[in-house]
């Protein structure tokens, strides 16, 4: 499916922006990945010449100048420090049976979150790194922990902190369960749903920049690399399935469960739209 | 008194048709339009004597001049996305957000503006 080079070429006429060579919607069915990188990227690029590329993970920041420097005042106490402070001891506590967090991933979790989600060859799934986590911990005999704040946001901020500068490396093998994961993230990020009738992209994709109240809506380039990321709207720390739930309840929707395998798939989409640019986690919010 | 009130009365019936009643109070659609829950029309759009108004539509005013046939402004509040696909505007009657009074209360607060 090429659901985002139709969505952008319309929104793209809507906007009356030229972008050169709107694709035209030749093969229409087959599922490209890389194409759609380009004309996603492509998107966002043209839309704000004046961005750096690797200004886009910071999202909000990166589209207003005014509540960038508010940003910049409070970032000398960053409100996520406790966060990466409590992951990293937790990191360094064993469990019950002597193992640690590090002993499940490679490179003992140090300097990885820009691998994540990865497609699992064996179960056929997009592994996130929240759900990578809990299965940490259930195989060590330890109970999983709550997918959306707390315990795990400390964890994935700790882990997103020793990766901050690396660039997101999301592969998508050659495997039809691979691809099919990826367009059912791709269709979900696309499909308006909720009372409010609100897909993922009318908010950032279509309106990147643009305020809803006070609020600067983040671009959907670059948005999976602040994760976790501290919001002042929420008093704490949420992670990636904080803000998928979140995201649907706002438009009056029905959430799905976090790490549910099609919110999985949307990260997995966003992500690899998201392939070459740094990782910023955690991240502050308004 | 009683003729008293029957000019009040009358000054009543002549601010509705300006959009505030005789002490110059809100319409009933002002508050539907700017409740979260009903109309939140904030959100989107700038409208005079609303506060922090966000911009992902048009600034809501002059809607006479715009809107001289008060069917077609009626029908993109009900459901925007027949007119225009794209449109991220909530179909409010379509997905009943708004009863039909609700939106007619809300067309009579816009034309004030």
């Not at chain 1, 990865?118 to 195989?139: M, W």
């Not at chain 1, 039809?176 to 009738?197: D, I, M, S, V, W």
């Not at chain 1, 959907?220 to 602040?226: F, Q, R, S, T």
Request: proline share 7%.
């Amino acid at each position: 499916m090429k659901i985002f080079r139709a969505i952008a070429s319309v929104v793209v006429t809507i906007a009356a922006l030229a972008i050169a060579g709107a694709r035209p919607a030749t093969a229409a069915d087959s599922i490209d990945p890389d194409a759609d990188f380009k004309a996603f990227r492509d998107y966002f690029t043209k839309r704000f010449p004046n961005v750096p590329l690797n200004d886009f993970v910071n999202g909000p920041y990166s589209m207003d100048a005014e509540l960038r420097k508010q940003w910049e005042a409070i970032d000398d106490f960053p409100p996520y420090d406790f966060a990466i402070d409590r992951g990293k001891q937790m990191f360094a506590t064993p469990f019950k049976n002597g193992k640690t967090y590090g002993d499940c991933f490679p490179d003992n979790g140090v300097g990885i979150r820009q691998n994540y989600p990865y497609f699992d060859l064996q179960s056929g799934e997009v592994i996130t790194l929240e759900l990578a986590l809990n299965r940490c911990r259930e195989t060590n005999g330890e109970e999983p922990y709550s997918y959306v704040k707390d315990e795990m946001a400390s964890l994935t901020a700790y882990m997103a902190f020793t990766s901050r500068g690396k660039p997101f490396d999301i592969k998508i093998p050659n495997d039809p369960r691979a691809l099919a994961a990826y367009q059912k993230g791709e269709e979900y990020f696309y499909t308006r749903r909720g009372q409010l009738n609100f897909s993922c992209a009318s908010c950032h994709v279509q309106n990147p920049g643009n305020h809803i109240r006070t609020e600067v809506l983040a671009p959907a380039l670059g948005i999976v690399a602040a994760m976790p990321i501290y919001r002042s709207e929420w008093n704490g720390m949420g992670t990636m399935s904080r803000r998928l739930v979140t995201c649907n309840r706002q438009v009056r929707g029905v959430p799905l469960k976090p790490q549910d395998e099609l919110y999985r798939d949307v990260e997995y989409y966003l992500s690899y739209m998201s392939n070459g640019l740094p990782v910023s986690g955690p991240g502050a919010r308004p | 008194m009683r003729l008293r009130l029957k000019s009040a009365q009358a000054a009543i019936l002549a601010g509705l048709l300006l959009g505030a009643d005789a002490q110059g109070q809100a319409l009933p659609g002002q508050a539907l339009a700017f409740d979260r829950s009903k109309g939140n029309c904030l959100t989107c759009h700038d409208i005079k004597g609303g506060d922090a108004p966000g911009n992902l539509g048009p600034q809501l005013a002059d809607m006479k001049a715009r809107f001289p046939d008060r069917k077609e402004l009626t029908a993109i509040v009900f459901d925007e996305t027949k007119r225009n696909p794209q449109t991220v505007m909530p179909p409010f009657g379509r997905n009943l957000i708004l009863t039909d009074g609700e939106i007619e209360a809300i067309v009579d607060f816009l034309y004030t503006r």
